[in-house]
């Protein structure tokens, strides 16, 4: 049973773990925002225990499974025209530019395109003729 001070809301999320959305939240509301146990707990409709835990934990900092859903569920493009051989060079490191590139390259899909850009090539257009 739910306590008083529980909505229907936290009752049907009770028992389930917060997720990685909530986490970056909570993140956010108690870290950068100073926001209360309290106040983050009625933002998120969880219970103030719940969100108490999480932060005595450290739990409000990415776990494993956290980056394993977002590595499997989601997509990042990335352009530039700098040559992976020159990264190095902006990075200001080679062994961290080495190992930044091996976790972006793993699993991907490289495109090198050729030609013209249509965006510097269409500037004023895409600006409103600036």
Do not use: P
């Amino acid at each position: 049973m739910c306590q008083d001070n529980c909505n229907t809301k936290e009752a049907s999320r009770k028992g389930k773990h917060i997720n990685f959305t909530e986490r970056k939240i909570i993140e956010h509301l108690y870290n950068i925002q100073n926001k209360s146990y309290t106040d983050i707990a009625r933002e998120l409709e969880r219970h103030r225990i719940t969100i108490s835990r999480e932060i005595k934990k450290g739990k409000v900092e990415l776990r494993n499974t956290d980056y394993s859903v977002l590595y499997e569920q989601n997509s990042l493009i990335i352009t530039s025209k700098l040559d992976f051989s020159r990264w190095a060079e902006i990075m200001g490191d080679q062994v961290i530019t080495k190992a930044i590139l091996d976790r972006l390259m793993h699993l991907s899909e490289i495109f090198n395109l050729e030609g013209k850009s249509y965006r510097l090539e269409h500037r004023e257009t895409l600006l409103g003729g600036n």
